[in-house]
């Protein structure tokens, strides 16, 4: 299976911020990744989909980019409701798909 | 507006079983392949088992292939996962998910709000 691998695993910024999550796949996957943004307690919500397509409803703060292996996920002035765990997938290889391990975005 | 809704989780011994449940509702249940992805407590995403939209294909991850079965009744827009032999490791929020996507490359657009299955003596 394609191994996804984020980093940081996690970090602490402050609100107004821009900050950066690096997603990296085993392999080369095209542009077929997806990033996720969890809160405490609530399920996954999609955020962006083939690495850089903002899911409808998602604040244009948040965007993609990448292909291959190597992909961004980038919230250009952090909000406190932006303060949660993301997750990036990919769909190349489908079954199965995998998920990176989570960066954890905390306040500083 | 799109609605997944899981149920059945709980308290179960090891080597127990459990079905969960995830109603649909909002989108025709009947034209979507639909997925359980888990997550154990303070752990990240595990993709567990999918199923077709008309359910002739499955598919299931190592860690439960045998023990699991998925399976959907589209007359109820109901999706399912019976659980089997159940060990400490099993333990996790349970996710219903739908996908989007095209020609076998598949994400997931909408979650349920997940139900918790407890593995303990």
Known sequence: AIRMTQS??????????????????????????????????KAPKLLIYAASTLQSGVPSRFSGSGSGTDFTLTISCLQSEDFATYYCQQYYSYPPSTFGQGTKLEIK | ???????????????????????????????????????????????????SSNGGSTYYANSVKGRFTISRDNSKNTLYLQMGSLRAEDMAVYYCARVRGSSGHYYFDYWGQGTLVTVSS
Not at chain 1, 21 to 41: E, M
Not at chain 2, 10 to 15: D, E, K, N, R
């Open chain 2, 1 to 51: 507006e799109v609605q997944l809704v899981e149920s059945g989780g709980g308290l179960v011994q090891p080597g127990g079983s459990l079905r969960l449940s995830c109603a649909a509702s909002g989108f025709t249940f009947s034209s979507y392949a639909m997925h359980w992805v888990r997550q154990a407590p303070g752990k990240g995403l595990e993709y567990v088992s999918a199923i």
């Open chain 1, 8 to 41: 940081p695993s996690s970090f602490s910024a402050s609100t107004g911020d821009r900050v950066t999550i690096t997603c990296r796949a085993s392999q080369g996957i095209s542009s077929y990744l997806a990033w996720y943004q969890q809160k405490p307690g």
